[in-house]
Nanobody, 121 residues
């Protein structure tokens, strides 16, 4: 697959907001549901959010439910993650990937470079 390109990360104070973007290949975007994952230092990569190919259903990890919103723009082959009310525990590198919405597991083993999100207390 062509690796996705994530952007939009940065340093923000607790309670702040960031909007992440992920540009995926047209083939991946039109074939699969898309999702966001994150990996904090010393921890396993974990599922954050997913959106069905149709855009009609979204899924969230309990830790981000009510604070994060995933969306997709089919014209731009781009998926977004709006992150509000950020907490220090949201600090991680964020990645996007095609996702199986039943298992919440990534489709591809290859990952992009990700985008760093750092939330200061």
């Amino acid at each position: 697959q062509v690796q996705p390109v994530e952007s939009g990360g940065g340093l923000v104070q607790a309670g702040g907001s960031l909007r992440l973007s992920c540009a995926a290949s047209g083939r991946t975007f039109s074939t699969f549901s898309m999702g966001w994952f994150r990996q904090a230092p010393g921890k396993e990569r974990e599922f954050v959010a997913a959106i069905r190919r149709s855009g009609g259903n979204t899924y969230y990890a309990d830790a981000v439910k009510g604070r994060f919103t995933i969306s997709r723009d089919s014209a731009k082959n781009t998926v977004y993650l709006q992150m509000n009310s950020l907490k220090p525990e949201d600090t991680a590198v964020y990645y996007c990937n095609a996702v199986n919405t039943f298992t919440k597991q990534p489709v591809y083993d290859d990952w992009g470079q990700g985008t760093q999100v750092t939330v200061s207390s």
